[in-house]
């Protein structure tokens, strides 16, 4: 019983994941440049959430995307300046992107092909929040759903008739 209780469960959350890739939001920096991420981008982060989806399936821990963590550096950018280091891993993310999918060659003198060691640590930090940020705001909405689903469906239940009025 136990067993297929986890085992359930675990159904859910790759269901759950799966249809996160497709429809969580992608998280933009507040400042009102989220709807200017370009929809090239917008489609490179629903594919590589399926590529990361499928890493976890293989016991990966799951992580946000490279460009997630350009379309977010993207807004960061365009709302207030960024040090040089985040500079350098925004243009990291955007050139590896930029290859990725076919957008051509960054120009040559920004072009960044690596990064140190203290940036691929920040970088792995900045992909784990937009991961955790992207699925805690896919559970929350989740769990206000059922919710709303219990609570309509206890005001739709049949009342039973008081014995005796007072």
Not at 24 to 45: M, Q, R, S, V
Not at 68 to 89: H, K
Not at 110 to 115: E, G, V
């Amino acid at each position: 019983m136990e067993g297929q209780r986890n085992m359930d469960k675990k159904v859910e959350k790759g269901i759950s994941d799966l249809v996160g890739a497709l429809s969580d939001p992608i998280i933009a920096f507040p400042g009102g440049w989220g709807e200017d991420i370009p929809e090239w981008l917008k489609n490179a982060i629903t594919l590589e959430r399926l590529v990361e989806n499928m890493k976890a399936l293989k016991g990966e821990e799951p992580t946000g995307t490279d460009s997630e963590a350009c379309a977010y550096l993207m807004t960061v950018s365009l709302t207030q300046p960024i040090d040089r280091d985040w500079t350098e891993i925004y243009l990291y993310v955007a050139n590896r992107a930029f290859k990725k999918w076919g957008k051509g060659q960054m120009p040559q003198d920004i072009a960044i092909d690596s990064i140190d060691k203290e940036q691929e640590r920040e970088l792995a930090r900045l992909k784990a929040w937009l991961y955790r940020t992207r699925t805690r705001a896919r559970q929350d909405s989740d769990r206000a759903n059922r919710r709303q689903a219990k609570a309509e469906a206890a005001s739709n239940a049949p009342k039973q008739m008081a014995m005796f009025e007072f």
